[in-house]
C-alpha cells in the first residue's frame, strides 16, 4: 500500500489526515509506504521572524513531525528546481508538471489533497484551491506519458502504464461551514500522536494561529495545554459536519478525478470507518454509478 497526501502548507497534513496514516502504519507495518507532499516554500505567515527564518524552521519542524510519524517527506519543486512560494500558488503549467512527475514516480494507490470550493461564497486559502485544482486537472495527464516531457525528458517511443490513484478530498478549515465528507475515520486510538506530530510545529500553533487569530489560540504552553486545545479543536469541527461524537475523527470524500475506486476495497482498505459518522449509503451509490458511467465511456 503507498498513500500520499498532497497539500499546500508545513502542518496542513497533520490537521487533516496524520490519525489515518498513523492507524494504517500501525495496521500495515511495513507493508505501507507512506508519504507527505508540501506544495509551498513556508516562508509566509510569521509575525516577527523573517522569511528566511520562517521556511527554515517551518522545515525543521516538519521533519520532525514525519520522524514521529514513520512517513516520508517531500517538498515539491518546479521542473527549474524552485519550490513555489507560498500565500500566491497559482495553477501553472510548472505546478502541473511537477505534480504530474511526482505522483508518477510514487504511484501511489490513495492520493489525498485539498477540496476545491463549488460554493463562491466560501472562504477559501489561495495556496489549498491552487494545489485542490491543481491535482483535478492533472489526474487524468497521471496516466499520459508524454504530457510533460518537455519539462521531463524521457523516452517517448518506451512507455510503460502508471498506476492512477483513488483521490481523495480532506477536510478544509478554510472552508468552515461549506465542508462534507462521505466518511469518517475514528483515530482516538492515535490522537496522542497526534499531539505529538501537531506539536512538533511551534512556529505555528505557539507563535502564528494565536497571533493571527484564526482558531482563536491562546498560545500552548505545554504538551497538555495543546492537548485540550487540539481536543476542542477536533470537536468543533465534529459539530460543524453535524458528527455526534467527542471522539478524534477524520473525514473524506472521494472523487472520481482519478481512478473510481471499488466500495468493498475501500470500507477494507480503510481503517476505523465509523458507519453512525459516515453517508455510506450515498457513497455506494455514487462510486457504483461512477464505475458504470467510465464503463460506457470505455
Known amino acids: 500500500m503507498k498513500i500520499l497526501c498532497l497539500h499546500a502548507h508545513f502542518d496542513d497534513f497533520e490537521f487533516v489526515a496524520a490519525g489515518t496514516f498513523e492507524l494504517w502504519r500501525r495496521k500495515l507495518g511495513a507493508s505501507l509506504q507512506a508519504r507527505v507532499m508540501v506544495c509551498t516554500d513556508g516562508k509566509a505567515g510569521h509575525q516577527f521572524r523573517t522569511r528566511e527564518e520562517t521556511g527554515v524552521l517551518r522545515l525543521q519542524e516538519q521533519l520532525a513531525s514525519a520522524n514521529i510519524g514513520g512517513y516520508e517527506f517531500e517538498q515539491l519543486k518546479l521542473p527549474d528546481g524552485q519550490v513555489p512560494r507560498e500565500a500566491c500558488l497559482q495553477v501553472s503549467a510548472p505546478l502541473l508538471a511537477s505534480l504530474w512527475n511526482s505522483i508518477r514516480q510514487f504511484e501511489p494507490d490513495y492520493l489525498f489533497c485539498p477540496p476545491v470550493a463549488a460554493d463562491p461564497l466560501t472562504g477559501i486559502h489561495v495556496d489549498h484551491v491552487a494545489v485542490a485544482e491543481a491535482v483535478r486537472k492533472v489526474a487524468y495527464m497521471i496516466n499520459v506519458p508524454h504530457a510533460f516531457t518537455p519539462e521531463y525528458p524521457a523516452d517517448e517511443t518506451a512507455s510503460k502504464p502508471c498506476k492512477v490513484p483513488v483521490i481523495i478530498n480532506v477536510y478544509d478549515g478554510y472552508m468552515a461551514g461549506a465542508n462534507t465528507h462521505d466518511f469518517a475515520v475514528d483515530v482516538e486510538e492515535a490522537f496522542p500522536t497526534l499531539c505529538e506530530m501537531t506539536w512538533c510545529h511551534q512556529s505555528q500553533i505557539a507563535e502564528w494561529l494565536p497571533w493571527v487569530g484564526r482558531h ?83
Do not use: C, H
Open 216 to 298: 482563536n489560540l491562546k498560545p500552548p504552553a505545554s504538551p497538555a495545554d495543546w492537548s485540550q486545545a487540539l481536543r476542542k479543536r477536533l470537536d468543533n469541527r465534529n459539530r460543524e459536519l453535524g458528527i455526534q461524537s467527542k471522539r478524534a475523527l477524520e473525514v473524506f470524500t472521494v472523487t472520481a478525478w482519478g481512478a473510481v475506486p471499488v466500495y468493498e476495497q475501500l470500507l477494507d482498505d480503510f481503517p476505523n470507518i465509523v458507519p453512525d459518522a459516515s453517508n455510506l449509503d450515498r457513497l455506494k451509490r455514487r462510486l457504483r454509478g461512477q464505475t458504470k458511467s467510465r464503463q460506457k465511456r470505455g
